[in-house]
């Protein structure tokens, strides 16, 4: 292992997040420590507001770091200006979410598409590019169809198409099964687990979905504010990256 | 959009219709001539009257030749028209020509009671004045045709007359083009020997056409020519002791200006040559005035519609922003800028006030052109003459341009408002 290997995908130190709401504070997040290492597949649980989305919300970029240092593939996160954050959530960070976000007047391709636009790719190659990532989750012949003529499970697989477009080191979650059957959650667990093991992604899951987070190397679970969890500083359960 | 597109056609069927008002208004005030024409007397210039459109002439002096040459070289004058003018006798012809239904004759003539019943009534000469005037530029002076066509430049047995001659024939306008073509008999008088014994230079003359003039006063027209050679007999009569013969065959002259705010200054030199003019520049710039106040109520109730619209573009796409904020914040979270979600809003608003734009326009033509020819229809039902309905490309360009401004102007709030939305509402439940 070199040294650069050895560096860890995310770290966390001392991250504390307020929310100023009518005059007063809301501290949402306290003093928060967190290792993931590189290709590690983290679950996160907590009862609802306790803060998950804004922990993955301060990773993926979406959320400037109030205190602390938040390093995530190598970007020290602390003080980056907007333009520099941007950069950073296309190309180092690919999000999920429960409600695909998936923009309804473009087609599957289209909205694959638009996060390599962002990357600014040419316009032949992007579209290469598309039906080859909607190949690679099951939905080649649906490049055309507008997100109303896709099933729950088909929607979320073109939103981690579009998630995982730019090969970003990190793959953010937010409860992406929470609106899905049993047999589309399992699906796009299933994907998920693949882009650990076929591409090496680092994979932090919301989730409270038993299945999907029985496929997670270690489990995070926040309580008041604080990260819990056994493995949360120890990072990756050393056997399963050997 | 719809109310951008309905704006713009207001706007420009109100602009179109108030400069095609204005052509037609400063057309009624000229004649047709140009707006910086000013018409010279041959009077002197009666004290304190300079700066009136219409003076009352002072005292009659002749207008020289010279006089005129020395106006020609005042500054901002690009044209010196003279108009020559001679008493003449006016015979009308005997006989009609062949086919027509006139009859002129006698009452001997068989040919006159084709079904027996008019009874044809022989008109007898009238004392009347031949008008010459370099009628090649047609723009600068006050002429228009009604029937047939102008005398030819080099001929001096051509010319045209005014209603005034066909009413002396007790004909009508409407009966103008049958007056073309006949021929008149014209002398022009002289004192030929002392005790003022008359004698009268007689010349065969074709009309070729029937004009209406404010160059000067007389029922015939023609080129200078031919009333050059009769203002020479008339004034050989001088010697035979005729003080009253012309001393000048020019009674008039236009002065051409070359621009409207010229023409103030043309006539004081004018006047310090020694003659009276007149001019309807007053006229001209208080009804240019008004006109002016027209036009700019007309465009701004437009633009008024037209930043309504934009008003409705603007809070359309704010409740847009509010509805898509998780969208945005979704295209934020995969990598796009405030500048590029900004960018996105801005474009869709052009795009809106472009196309309403283009749709209010053709709108707004087909509204000018339908104005256009009832307007025309009422002209010439009432017995003039109807106005020309063209559109200056300026206005359907300058309308487009415009909702397309507006409405992007109109989309910088939203716009913005969307560049600010927080990338955080992605995750928002
Ligand atoms: N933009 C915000 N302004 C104020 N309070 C917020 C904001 N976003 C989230 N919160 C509050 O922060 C707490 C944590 O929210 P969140 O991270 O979304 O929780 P979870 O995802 O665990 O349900 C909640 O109490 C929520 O109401
Ligand atoms: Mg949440």
């Known amino acids: 292992m070199t040294a650069a290997e050895q560096e860890p995908t995310i770290l966390v130190e001392g991250l504390s997040h307020t929310y100023a709401r009518r005059g007063s504070a809301v501290e949402v997040l306290r003093d928060v420590r967190l290792r993931v290492e590189r290709g590690a597949y983290a679950s996160l649980v907590g009862p609802s507001g306790s803060g998950k989305s804004t922990l993955l919300s301060v990773l993926g970029g979406l959320e400037r770091p109030q205190s602390g240092t938040v390093v995530v593939g190598g970007t020290e996160l602390t003080g980056l200006s907007g333009d520099a954050l941007a950069r950073f959530r296309r190309s180092t960070v690919g999000f999920v979410f429960?409600?695909?976000?998936?923009?309804?007047?473009?087609?599957?391709?289209?909205?694959?598409?638009?996060?390599?636009?962002?990357?600014?790719?040419?316009?032949?190659?992007?579209?290469?590019?598309?039906?080859?990532?909607?190949?690679?989750?099951?939905?080649?012949?649906?490049?055309?169809?507008?997100?109303?003529?896709?099933?729950?499970?088909?929607?979320?697989?073109v939103a981690i198409a579009r998630a995982i477009a730019n090969e970003p080191e990190v793959i953010l979650a937010d409860e992406p099964t929470g609106n899905l059957d049993v047999d589309s959650a399992a699906a796009v667990a299933a994907l998920l687990e693949s882009l650990r093991d076929e591409r090496g992604t680092t994979l932090v899951v919301v989730t409270h979905n038993p299945a999907l987070a029985a496929l997670a190397d270690f489990h995070l679970r926040l309580v008041d504010g604080q990260l819990v969890g056994a493995t949360a500083l120890e990072g990756v359960d050393r056997d399963r990256l050997a | 959009m719809v109310s951008v597109a309905l704006a713009a056609s207001l706007l420009t069927a109100l602009v179109a219709v108030a400069t095609t008002a204005r052509t037609r208004v400063l057309d009624q005030i000229t004649h047709g001539g140009p707006l910086s024409s000013i018409s010279v007397s041959a009077a002197a210039p009666s004290p304190g009257q300079g700066g009136l459109d219409n003076p009352t002439p002072g005292h009659a002096k002749a207008l020289t030749g010279a006089a005129l040459a020395q106006m020609g070289r005042i500054a901002h004058v690009t044209a010196v028209i003279p108009v020559l003018q001679d008493r003449v006798i006016v015979v009308p012809p005997a006989a009609p020509p062949?086919?027509?239904?006139?009859?002129?004759?006698?009452?001997?003539?068989?040919?006159?009671?084709?079904?027996?019943?008019?009874?044809?009534?022989?008109?007898?000469?009238?004392?009347?004045?031949?008008?010459?005037?370099?009628?090649?530029?047609?723009?600068?002076?006050p002429v228009s045709l009604l029937a047939g066509t102008y005398p030819s430049p080099r001929s001096t047995t051509e010319l045209d007359v005014t209603l005034s001659y066909l009413s002396h024939l007790g004909l009508g306008q409407q009966q103008a083009s049958e007056i073309v073509g006949t021929d008149v008999e014209i002398g022009a008088f002289s004192v030929v020997a002392r005790g003022f014994r008359i004698g009268l230079r007689w010349t065969t003359a074709e009309i070729v056409g029937v004009v209406t003039q404010q160059a000067g006063s007389g029922g015939l027209l023609t080129y200078p020519g031919l009333v050059r050679a009769d203002f020479a007999w008339t004034a050989a009569g001088r010697a035979f002791g005729d003080s009253d013969a012309p001393?000048?065959?020019?009674?008039?002259?236009?002065?051409?200006?070359?621009?409207?705010?010229?023409?103030?200054?043309?006539?004081?030199?004018?006047?310090?040559?020694?003659?009276?003019?007149?001019?309807?520049?007053?006229v001209i710039v208080s009804v240019e005035k008004y006109l002016h106040v027209i036009?700019?109520?007309?465009?701004?109730?437009?633009?008024?519609?037209?930043?309504?619209?934009?008003?409705?573009?603007?809070?359309?796409?704010?409740?847009?922003?509010?509805?898509?904020?998780?969208?945005?914040?979704?295209?934020?979270?995969?990598?796009?800028?405030?500048?590029?979600?900004?960018?996105?809003?801005?474009?869709?608003?052009?795009?809106?006030?472009?196309?309403?734009?283009?749709?209010?326009?053709?709108?707004?033509?087909?509204?000018?052109?339908?104005?256009?020819?009832?307007?025309?229809?009422?002209?010439?039902?009432?017995?003039?003459?109807?106005?020309?309905?063209?559109?200056?490309?300026?206005?359907?360009?300058?309308?487009?341009?415009?909702?397309?401004?507006?409405?992007?102007?109109?989309?910088?709030?939203?716009?913005?408002?969307?560049?600010?939305?927080?990338?955080?509402?992605?995750?928002?439940?």
């Open chain 2, 247 to 282: 001393k000048s065959p020019y009674v008039a002259a236009l002065v051409q200006a070359d621009q409207l705010s010229h023409v103030q200054g043309v006539r004081n030199a004018i006047a310090a040559i020694g003659y009276s003019s007149s001019a309807p520049q007053d």
């Open chain 1, 98 to 157: 429960q409600h695909f976000g998936l923009l309804d007047t473009l087609t599957a391709s289209e909205n694959v598409e638009l996060a390599l636009t962002l990357g600014g790719m040419s316009r032949a190659a992007r579209r290469r590019r598309a039906d080859e990532l909607l190949g690679d989750v099951g939905l080649a012949g649906r490049a055309e169809h507008r997100p109303f003529e896709l099933s729950g499970g088909e929607r979320q697989r």
């Open chain 2, 98 to 141: 062949s086919g027509s239904r006139l009859c002129l004759a006698p009452p001997d003539n068989e040919s006159c009671h084709p079904s027996g019943t008019a009874s044809p009534v022989a008109v007898p000469a009238f004392d009347d004045s031949i008008v010459g005037i370099n009628l090649s530029d047609r723009s600068s002076i």
């Open chain 2, 295 to 429: 036009e700019i109520i007309l465009t701004a109730i437009g633009a008024v519609a037209l930043v309504i619209a934009a008003l409705g573009i603007a809070n359309a796409l704010l409740a847009s922003v509010r509805e898509r904020r998780r969208e945005i914040g979704v295209m934020k979270a995969i990598g796009a800028r405030d500048f590029d979600v900004m960018r996105t809003f801005l474009i869709e608003a052009g795009f809106l006030g472009l196309v309403g734009g283009l749709l209010g326009v053709a709108l707004g033509i087909g509204v000018f052109l339908g104005i256009g020819s009832i307007a025309n229809g009422y002209l010439i039902a009432q017995g003039l003459p109807g106005v020309p309905i063209t559109l200056a490309w300026q206005i359907p360009v300058g309308a487009v341009l415009g909702a397309t401004v507006i409405s992007v102007l109109a989309g910088a709030v939203p716009a913005g408002r969307a560049a600010r939305v927080a990338a955080r509402q992605a995750v928002e439940a």
